[in-house]
């Protein structure tokens, strides 16, 4: 079975909501805080493409390290 990979597309609140282990990667780039506020609103409605672009975090990476955070590990 194929878990479901992070996109590019998604918007970054969904990603938080369904996978919040991956908050801690947005951290470590060093994202604001996106649970309520200004930047909680803009999370609902920013894809992950373009919050990459915002805060210039390359795209590949921020993508390779939310799905290696919602891998399940044996």
Not at 46 to 60: D, E, N, S, T, Y
Request: net charge positive; glycine share 8%.
């Amino acid at each position: 079975m194929q878990s479901e990979q992070i996109t590019d597309d998604l918007r970054v609140a969904d990603v938080l909501r369904r996978w919040p282990g991956t908050y801690e990667v947005f951290c470590r780039f060093g994202c604001p805080d996106m649970r309520g506020g200004f930047f909680g609103f803009m999370a609902r409605i920013m894809r992950l493409r373009w919050a990459a672009r915002v805060h210039r975090i390359p795209i590949g990476e921020l993508l390779d390290e939310l799905n290696a955070a919602v891998q399940p590990r044996f």
